[in-house]
């Protein structure tokens, strides 16, 4: 009986032994994305993208294919799902529909099928101006800024602040056009790297879903594992405070 009872305190041991070490890096992964997350607006878990394309890959983040780009003689505006792009530069999010672009001497105006964007020529944004319904947007041979908006065309030669019917004159509309492989390459790379929080990526390697159903198991048995290296613990204490208690 006692043999029996001195094999089970070893088994016991060494139960909480192996169970402390095989649980231990899941424990400290826990630990330390628990103390990040615990702090996300303070390490502004939420603003920080993920750059690596590795990650991405793993999450299955594609550039989507669907591209609309028109140019200027010295820019390009390009339309990627709902994001406008100022050559390789993240302009707006959340945009409706690319229609054009045209370039003065001053200012770079973007046509979308509710607003015209007024922008300087290094792409900052100066002005957003609401119009209901914009099919096309160009010069005409004055360089003046046209759009034909609701089966109206119109003109503005003063920064978009007044607008007057225009006379039919030719108009060169914008179109269309192809951009250049590096550009797309690398507005293909912003998006993807636009997307995925920090913050996500730690929540996901916290709850084990990183790894998919896999670490989502290995997770569940490791608070299973600690469960059972607690209350092995406790034994072991409980143990050694009565053998204390026998020997007082």
């Known amino acids: 009986m006692k043999k029996n009872k001195h094999l089970i305190w070893r088994l016991i041991y060494k139960l909480h032994r192996y169970i402390g070490l095989l649980s231990a890096i899941v424990l400290i992964m826990l630990a330390i994305t628990g103390i990040a997350l615990n702090h996300t607006e303070d390490l502004k878990l939420d603003s920080q ?19 609309i780009s028109y140019s200027t003689e010295h820019h390009w505006l390009t339309q990627t799902n709902q994001q406008l792009y100022f050559d390789d530069k993240l302009l707006l999010e959340n945009i409706n529909t690319l229609l054009g672009v045209v370039e003065t001497n001053n200012f770079v105006i973007t046509a979308l099928s509710n607003s ?23 010069l005409d041979q004055q360089q003046r800024i046209v759009i034909k908006s609701s089966g109206t065309t119109i003109y503005s030669d003063d920064g978009l602040l007044s607008w007057h019917p225009h006379n039919n004159l030719p108009v060169k509309w914008s179109e269309t056009s192809a951009a250049p492989e590096s550009l797309v390459q690398n507005i293909q790379n912003n998006f993807r790297s636009s997307i995925l929080p920090l913050e996500r990526v730690l929540l996901d390697i916290h709850s084990g879903r990183f790894f998919g159903s896999v670490g989502v198991i290995i997770v569940d048995i490791s608070g299973v594992m600690l469960i059972i290296l607690a209350l092995s613990g406790c034994s072991i204490w409980l143990k050694h405070k009565l053998r204390e208690l026998k020997r007082s």
């Open 116 to 138: 015209l964007l007024l922008l300087s020529l290094e792409g900052e944004l100066i002005e957003q101006s609401p119009f209901n319904v914009i099919e096309k947007i160009g």
């Open 49 to 67: 993208m993920i750059q690596s394309k590795i990650i991405l890959d793993w999450y299955g983040i594609n550039s989507p294919d669907n591209q």
